[in-house]
């Protein structure tokens, strides 16, 4: 077998109802002939979309097969025993030229019982919002299953959900049963449990180019909500520069944001785990013993669990999320 190494991945594209250019304007990032770009899979191991390495020796390779061929050497041992051949994350930027959809998503127990699947914990950055941007996180009061049922049969389900105004550099954590829907105007960077499992709730009666409304899942929904209120669902950190700064730990992942003028070693001798790198502004170069790569805004690396200590170095500086499973 090849040696490992930071790994690059192509990026898969998708168009939806309410995305715009903002992967392509301000990402950077060529979606091609599509109409929009809603959301771009920078490394999936979901079965329908898996990722296919775009950089060195193992291009072409999907994920799936650098998992079944490297195991623990690729995510690390007690990730492999956890979830086998199935890559744990998924990373996304989206970007919401419109409302997404009022929307929930079902937990562990719940996705394993009903789709054979892990649950949907999930969580974002905001790398840009526009003006008077906003997105929905929670409940704003305390109800139950009722309550919740008859505000969205009387068409009023929005007086219950909790509104946030956003800025950049904003971070939510959403556990799977949280309610939520990206505003308008928001380009995110999301990192989340592997799984496609969404209970749309509520889709602002809107239509598609064939004038049909996207289906919706009531029922789904009921028992998957969690139907509590909570007093902050904003992540509250405090920005440094040049240091590791914590923002998210869950039994998921734990990502960290570093924003960085200048170089760092980052040794991971003492982490059973794959790291991912999500680069929301800047550049960086990651060097590594055998070689190095290049990462840019609005790309991703993945770092195996066989690699213990890289450089970033920089040029102008960079802020990047780094991902990881403890």
């Not at 790398?127 to 139950?144: Q, R």
């Not at 505000?151 to 956003?166: A, C, P, T």
């Not at 944001?257 to 991971?268: H, R």
Request: overall charge negative; proline content about 3%; hydrophobic content about 35%.
């Amino acid at each position: 077998m090849s040696a490992l190494y930071p790994l690059q991945f192509k990026t898969i594209y998708k168009d939806k109802i309410w995305g715009g250019q903002k992967i392509r304007t301000y990402l950077g990032k060529d979606f091609g002939d599509l109409p929009n770009c809603g959301e771009t899979w920078e490394i999936s191991g979901v079965k329908s979309d898996v990722s296919v390495v775009e950089n060195g020796s193992l291009a072409g390779q999907s994920l799936a097969d650098l998992l079944e061929q490297y195991k623990d050497q690729l995510v690390g041992k007690h990730v492999y025993d956890h979830f086998g051949n199935i890559f744990p994350l998924l990373v996304k930027f989206i970007d919401a030229n419109d409302d997404l959809s009022i929307q929930v998503h079902p937990d562990d127990e719940l996705a394993k019982k009903r789709h054979n699947s892990f649950g949907k914990t999930e969580m974002w950055y905001v790398i840009e919002a526009d003006p008077g941007s906003t997105l929905i996180a929670g409940f704003s009061e305390k109800v139950d299953e009722q309550i919740y049922v008859d505000k969205l049969n009387s068409g009023h389900i929005m007086d219950i959900l909790n509104k946030e105004d956003v800025a950049a550099g904003d971070v939510f954590f959403l556990p799977a049963g949280r309610v939520h829907t990206i505003g308008k105007g928001l380009l995110i960077a999301e990192i989340q449990q592997t799984s496609d499992i969404t209970y749309r709730i509520y889709d602002f009666d809107r239509v598609d180019d064939k004038g049909q409304k996207r289906e919706l899942h009531t029922e789904l929904a009921l028992a998957a909500n969690d139907y509590n209120v909570y007093p902050e669902y904003k992540t509250k950190y405090t920005p440094v520069k040049n240091e590791d700064v914590h923002l998210v730990t869950c039994p998921y992942f734990t990502t960290n944001v570093l924003d960085f003028t200048e170089g760092v070693t980052k040794d991971y001798s003492n982490l059973d785990s794959f790291v991912i790198y999500v680069c929301l502004e800047g550049a960086l170069t990651v060097k590594y013993d055998g070689g190095e790569i290049a990462v840019k805004m609005g790309e991703c690396a993945l770092i195996p669990n066989s690699i213990d200590k890289v450089e970033l170095t920089t040029e102008g500086g960079f802020k990047i999320l780094e991902s990881y499973i403890e």
